[in-house]
């Protein structure tokens, strides 16, 4: 059976039926898009709340859905039928190897749907099954400081037992949210793109020689489509360019909070944007830090 990928999201849910179904769709291609250009493939499907990706290799599905904007968490699962007996001997199976002696665990049971059965009952049951199996280890159950965690979400019909979330960027998809332009010189402007990147704004980046390097190897793994432009001596002229050409709805520049004055002045009626504006440089450098391990 090929690995599953359990992919969640949590800001679309909120919107009305029509705009999540079209946030969805988006969501669906933006991660097709990343096994696509990363030449792996993979097959989608969902249920209400949920996406699921069916891929070759799982350690490489959970990095590349991670880089999706909209995404909050993946979890590459075990799927089963829901069954009780079979949940047992899948987290039995799961947990196998994981424990070590002493451990003290945790197993987190959610359920959605019609079940004759409470998640904690399932949860109570299962660890059970795990104090059966291994009854000589001194396992305890700690669940506000466990050292291991297994987690198990059954949705109807069909569960999923998994150990592990890796967060994603979260936010909406890429391409909901229109287009800007934006000035990449350094952290503070790559970090600004983002996050203009993760309102779901299609960006094209300005670049200097520094921001090349932060644009290629960050940047593009969020939009594998991300446009890059070499700003030169005159970056000002190119982003006025682009703004032109590009039909963008606004400008993303890399400001400091005492720099916006003056930058509201020099670009007039253009709508600008500068999301960093009340950073310190020691808050860009975390945040950004935080967007270098989702390309870990």
């Known amino acids: 059976m090929a690995p599953t990928i359990l992919v969640r999201y949590g800001e679309l849910a909120l919107k009305s039926p029509p705009v999540r179904r079209e946030f969805e769709h988006t969501l669906g291609r933006n991660l097709l898009e990343q096994f696509r250009v990363a030449g792996e493939t993979c097959r989608l499907r969902a249920d209400h709340g949920h996406l699921y990706l069916e891929v070759a290799d799982g ?5 590349l859905a ?7 968490s993946v979890s590459q699962v075990v799927e089963v ?26 197993v987190r049971a959610r359920r959605t749907g019609q079940h004759p059965f409470t998640s904690q009952e399932l949860a109570r049951e299962l660890g059970a099954a795990i104090f059966a199996r291994w009854p000589d280890r001194g396992l305890e159950v ?10 198990v ?15 994603g960027p979260g936010g909406l998809p890429l391409g909901v949210a229109g ?15 983002f996050l203009m990147m993760k309102r779901g704004c299609r960006v094209t980046a300005v670049v200097s020689e520094q921001g090349t390097a932060l644009a290629r190897d960050i940047l593009v793994a969020f939009d594998p489509g991300l446009v890059l ?17 590009t039909r963008a709805d606004g400008i993303v520049l890399p400001l400091a909070l005492e720099e916006f004055p003056a930058a509201r002045a020099e670009w007039g009626d253009h709508v600008l944007f500068s999301p960093t504006v009340g950073f310190s440089e020691e808050e860009v450098g975390a945040r950004w830090a935080a967007v270098r391990t989702l390309v870990a």
């Open 59 to 63: 350690s490489l599905g959970v990095r």
């Open 229 to 245: 432009h070499e700003g030169g001596a005159a970056p000002a002229d190119v982003l006025r360019e682009l703004l032109r050409t």
């Open 81 to 106: 039928d829901t069954d009780r007996a079979l949940l047992a001997r899948s987290l039995l199976d799961l947990a196998d190897g994981a424990l070590p002696p002493g451990a003290r665990f945790a």
């Open 142 to 151: 700690d669940l506000d400081h466990p050292e291991v965690e297994f987690h």
């Open 66 to 72: 991670r880089r999706v904007f909209g995404v909050t």
């Open 179 to 193: 287009r800007v332009v934006a000035s990449v010189d350094g952290v503070r402007g790559a970090l600004g793109a």
């Open 153 to 167: 979400e059954v949705r109807g019909p069909r569960s999923y037992l998994y150990r592990a979330r890796s967060d």
